[in-house]
């Protein structure tokens, strides 16, 4: 089942929390592309000097950031990879879910392709980290950024996954952030651990 509106548009922290064990896909013509995911960040908008709408700073990059919950906000790192965000809260607050790390699922032999390596049985670390999520699953800021992952036409969404009864969360603080001040040392990151 798709994840609908109503799933992001509740406390950012929560919907972080929510997301891991539940599935992001990308419906492909040669079949799906199925990742569970395992690590994400939170980015609390206005309240939060790691996030690029602190304090509403508004620009042509951050406009998306305010738009309504499940929005894909998608972005360029190193001038050469992309970062996958959800909007979170209502709209006009500009938070978002940094998704960090998949567990690859399905269309394992489509991620290798897609990501052009040679990778043997030990296939996790094809997606465990943000930018290679997004070269395997072949998601971009021209193709995806601004557009509503609930929609049902959307070709990447997240869906229920498995339903995790008791899930173990980790929290540690967020990477790359010592520009961030005193929100550098929010334990903002969660991640799933494995049994």
Same mark, same amino acid.
């Given at each position: 089942?798709?994840?609908?509106? &109503?799933?992001?548009?509740?406390?950012?922290?929560? !919907?972080?929390?929510?997301? =891991?064990?539940?599935?992001?896909?990308?419906?492909?013509?040669?079949?799906?592309?199925?990742?569970?995911?395992? *690590? !994400?960040?939170?980015?609390?908008? $206005?309240? &939060?000097? #790691?996030?690029?709408?602190?304090? %509403?700073?508004?620009?042509?990059?951050?406009?998306?950031?305010?738009?309504?919950?499940?929005?894909?906000?998608? %972005?360029?790192?190193?001038?050469?990879?992309?970062?996958?965000? !959800?909007?979170?809260?209502?709209?006009?607050?500009?938070? #978002?879910?940094?998704?960090?790390? =998949?567990? $690859?699922? *399905?269309?394992?032999?489509?991620?290798?392709?897609?990501?052009? !390596?040679?990778?043997?049985?030990?296939?996790?670390?094809?997606?465990?980290?943000?930018?290679?999520?997004?070269? #395997?699953?072949?998601?971009?800021?021209?193709?995806?950024?601004?557009?509503?992952?609930?929609?049902?036409?959307?070709?990447?969404?997240?869906?229920?996954?498995? /339903?995790?009864? &008791?899930?173990? /969360?980790?929290?540690?603080?967020?990477?790359?952030?010592?520009? #961030?001040?005193?929100?550098? &040392?929010?334990? =903002?990151?969660?991640? =799933? *651990?494995? *049994?």
């Amino acid at each position: 089942m798709q994840l609908t509106t &109503d799933f992001f548009s509740r406390d950012t922290v929560e !919907v972080g929390k929510d997301l =891991l064990g539940r599935y992001l896909i990308k419906k492909t013509e040669k079949g799906d592309i199925i990742g569970k995911i395992v *690590e !994400v960040e939170a980015y609390l908008g $206005p309240n &939060d000097k #790691a996030c690029h709408a602190y304090n %509403y700073k508004k620009t042509e990059k951050t406009k998306v950031m305010y738009m309504k919950p499940g929005t894909f906000y998608i %972005y360029y790192i190193y001038g050469m990879y992309f970062c996958l965000n !959800v909007t979170t809260e209502k709209e006009g607050i500009p938070c #978002a879910i940094f998704i960090r790390k =998949l567990f $690859p699922i *399905e269309g394992i032999e489509l991620m290798k392709e897609n990501r052009k !390596v040679k990778i043997g049985k030990n296939y996790k670390n094809l997606v465990d980290g943000p930018s290679k999520l997004c070269m #395997a699953l072949n998601i971009t800021k021209e193709e995806y950024n601004g557009k509503d992952s609930c929609a049902e036409t959307s070709k990447l969404h997240f869906t229920q996954g498995m /339903i995790i009864e &008791d899930k173990k /969360i980790s929290l540690s603080k967020r990477i790359g952030i010592n520009y #961030a001040e005193e929100d550098k &040392d929010r334990l =903002l990151r969660f991640t =799933l *651990e494995e *049994e």
